[in-house]
């Protein structure tokens, strides 16, 4: 179903269009060189330089970011990988494709990032990275994590595919960990069309994965480790060149779209506000609130004025039919409560003060 205001949107212009356009006339396609070619090298440092990270390697997907650095962590059959099951389906689908085992950890009720406590129980002799999602945009606790994973000597790969632009403790999400994985989906706040990121201050990772991302082959073009095409096109890598200079202007108009929508419900019982914590910075991915009661009529009015409020992720990884059969039933009693509850809404930079407005008082006229 289409809306006259959706969730996300890809917003292009005509300097996206005249880069695309330069780089075919250049023929600039894409480049199997262990470094990539001119437009992805550019790419990868002006993320690298925002992200204030040693390096940045381009390949072709969120999901290829994160199964590339799991590959270069050596994850294999027999290894545990812990992680939210309240997130999409591509970062468990990353753990399994390597024949290692998702355990799936319960999140917080409030922030929706994985809980630290179930995560302490969950790691095992077996354990060989740990995963937090940055779900919506927001950070998870990071401080915490590391202070479980470091003295284990666990890697930290964060899922920060939703959080371009996010900071913990004055840090942007997806450099404390040991590496950050973005995607440039059309949903995401910057695009390439397709495309995903490594980041990471470990040159031993950020060698193994541009190996990885083009077949294993080394700089001297010998195969050294396994590998597939994992390459970022030389198309894709100038629309990143393009989006970054409009990424902070696409946050600022998240902010504030955030705040109006904020002040907007304040005063509504039955429904949870997303919040900031004092250490973190949402870039505001999605504006997410908790419906406690109602949330399909709100749903249903919302879509009937054209308003595209969605729910991420009515089905929660672990219940998903394949991983029900793979993996089994396992209880995580805060993230399925959370699926009945949580409803997103539309604040990308393209919605308008009125419709912000009108999505407010379509809750309001529900709930009261």
Not at 176 to 200: H, L, N, Q, R, W
Request: with cysteine.
């Amino acid at each position: 179903m289409g809306f006259l205001t959706p969730i996300n949107i890809p917003i292009l212009g005509v300097e996206e269009e005249t880069a695309v356009i330069e780089a075919i006339r250049r023929c600039e396609l894409t480049n199997s060189s262990y470094y990539g070619g001119t437009n992805v090298k550019q790419s990868e440092k002006e993320l690298k330089e925002y992200l204030g990270t040693r390096d940045a390697v381009m390949v072709n997907s969120g999901t290829t970011a994160i199964q590339a650095t799991l590959m270069a962590l050596e994850v294999e059959k027999g290894d545990e990988v812990l992680l939210p099951s309240f997130t999409f389906v591509a970062t468990a689908n990353a753990v399994l494709s390597l024949g290692a085992r998702p355990v799936f950890v319960d999140i917080s009720a409030e922030d929706y990032c994985i809980d630290i406590s179930d995560l302490e129980k969950k790691i095992s002799s077996r354990t060989k990275a740990i995963i937090p999602v940055h779900l919506y945009g927001y950070p998870a606790d990071m401080r915490s994590i590391l202070s479980i994973s470091e003295p284990k000597g666990i890697p930290v790969v964060e899922d920060s595919c939703q959080s371009l632009g996010s900071k913990y403790d004055g840090k942007y999400s997806g450099t404390v960990g040991d590496a950050g994985c973005f995607s440039f989906y059309p949903a995401k706040v910057i695009t390439a069309g397709e495309g995903g990121a490594v980041v990471t201050d470990r040159e031993d990772l950020a060698d193994k994965i541009r190996m990885i991302r083009n077949h294993g082959m080394a700089r001297d073009s010998a195969v050294r480790s396994l590998g597939l095409n994992y390459r970022m096109s030389e198309l894709s890598a100038v629309m990143i060149c393009a989006q970054m200079k409009k990424l902070g202007a696409f946050l600022a108009a998240r902010k504030k779209n955030a705040e109006i929508l904020s002040r907007h419900l304040s005063d509504l019982e039955h429904i949870k506000l997303p919040k900031e914590a004092n250490n973190r910075e949402h870039n505001w991915y999605l504006y997410t609130i908790r419906v406690i009661k109602s949330r399909e009529r709100v749903i249903e009015e919302l879509h009937r004025k054209g308003i595209g409020a969605t729910v991420y992720y009515p089905t929660p990884i672990h219940l998903q039919p394949y991983y029900l059969r793979t993996i089994g039933r396992i209880e995580l009693p805060e993230t399925e409560r959370a699926a009945q509850e949580v409803l997103s809404l539309p604040i990308h930079p393209a919605v308008n003060i009125e419709t912000l407005e009108q999505t407010g008082d379509l809750i309001k006229s529900v709930l009261r």
